[in-house]
């Protein structure tokens, strides 16, 4: 909870126990799966994407889920495959 007259990132230590932890563990998982794209390693990238994308359905975390359509769709665009970006 926030007190009145209070910006959101002040928080008191009073106020930290009440919010709900939320994990960026998986958007750093599909920033691994770039490094891996980058450095020409693509069946390690895909894999990644894919286990990240089959974890975030399993969690309900849509948001990951859309994040691993684009980062897939990044991929096949920058190796020139335009249908594979665009199908489903």
């Known amino acids: 909870m926030i007190?009145?007259?209070r910006l959101p990132f002040e928080r008191m230590p009073e106020d930290l126990g009440r919010e709900r932890f939320t994990t960026h563990i998986h958007s750093a998982r599909l920033l691994a799966a770039h490094v891996h794209?980058?450095?020409h390693e693509d069946a390690d990238a895909f894999r990644i994407v894919s286990e990240e994308?089959?974890?975030a359905y399993e969690i309900r975390n849509f948001f990951n889920v859309w994040l691993s359509f684009l980062t897939e769709a990044y991929f096949h665009l920058e190796r020139n495959d335009d249908a594979a970006a665009v199908a489903p």
């Open 3 to 5: 007190c009145k007259g």
């Open 37 to 39: 794209f980058a450095l």
């Open 53 to 55: 994308r089959r974890i």
